[in-house]
T-cell receptor
Framework: AQSVTQLGSHVSVSEGALVLLRCNYS??????LFWYVQYPNQGLQLLLK??????LVKGINGFEAEFKKSETSFHLTKPSAHMSDAAEYFC????????????FGTGTRLQVTL | EAGVVQSPRYKIIEKKQPVAFWCNPI?????LYWYRQNLGQGPELLIR????????DSQLPKDRFSAERLKGVDSTLKIQPAELGDSAVYLC?????????????FGPGTRLTVL
């Protein structure tokens, strides 16, 4: 069975500071990994996905994530936070070969302060 | 391109009452998903359709939940009777092709409050 663990339910950064949201996965087979963002009262939007190609994945809005098999991690980063980045972020995993059954983490709420 | 449409956006009912949620996926998307998102949690899959066939409903509480996808387009999720624990956001998503690592497109959700 696949699962993801997001460390830190709340993360607060200053505007302009580095954003680091942590995600560790557990999978018996090579996984596909995703990061989604959810703004208040909205659905989830895909930020980026890892599908066994390049281990460093670039997404929208300046976000990127690196797949590290040795650490079973897929942490999300952004060099400089913007106020508009404040949202809930979800890491998700699915077995290789299909994106049909996503298993989501519990989410990390990002707060950006002035 | 229009996104996934869900209605209603909010619903407040008393326990034991029935409730229904409607979803219109993105045109041409043959895979449709219903998720439930409890407060402070990630979404959990309830049911997945490939066209009009429910191919994964293992997490759907079948004693009170039902779903249908007529003609492989719109879908309705029903709860009858609702319980207090059903309060959550119900999300619908669609994707154009199963079996590949494609993106799932989510609607805004229906926030259900059961009193």
């Amino acid at each position: 069975a696949q699962s993801v663990t997001q460390l830190g339910s709340h993360v607060s950064v200053s505007e302009g500071a580095l954003v680091l949201l942590r995600c560790n996965y557990s999978s018996s087979v090579p996984p596909y990994l995703f990061w989604y963002v959810q703004y208040p009262n909205q659905g989830l939007q895909l930020l980026l996905k890892y599908t066994s190609a390049a281990t460093l994945v670039k997404g929208i809005n300046g976000f990127e994530a690196e797949f590290k098999k040795s650490e079973t991690s897929f942490h999300l980063t952004k060099p400089s936070a913007h106020m508009s980045d404040a949202a809930e972020y979800f890491c998700a995993v699915t077995p290789t070969g299909t994106a049909s059954k996503l298993t989501f983490g519990t989410g990390t709420r990002l707060q950006v302060t002035l | 391109e229009a996104g996934v449409v869900q209605s209603p956006r909010y619903k407040i009912i008393e326990k034991k009452q029935p409730v229904a949620f409607w979803c219109n996926p993105i045109s041409g998307h043959n895979t449709l998903y219903w998720y439930r998102q409890n407060l402070g949690q990630g979404p959990e899959l309830l049911i997945r359709y490939e066209n009009e066939e429910a191919v994964d409903d293992s997490q759907l509480p079948k004693d009170r939940f039902s779903a249908e996808r007529l003609k492989g387009v719109d879908s309705t999720l029903k709860i009858q009777p609702a319980e207090l624990g059903d309060s959550a956001v119900y999300l619908c998503a669609s994707s154009p092709l199963a079996g590949v690592p494609n993106e799932q497109f989510f609607g805004p959700g229906t926030r259900l409050t059961v009193l």
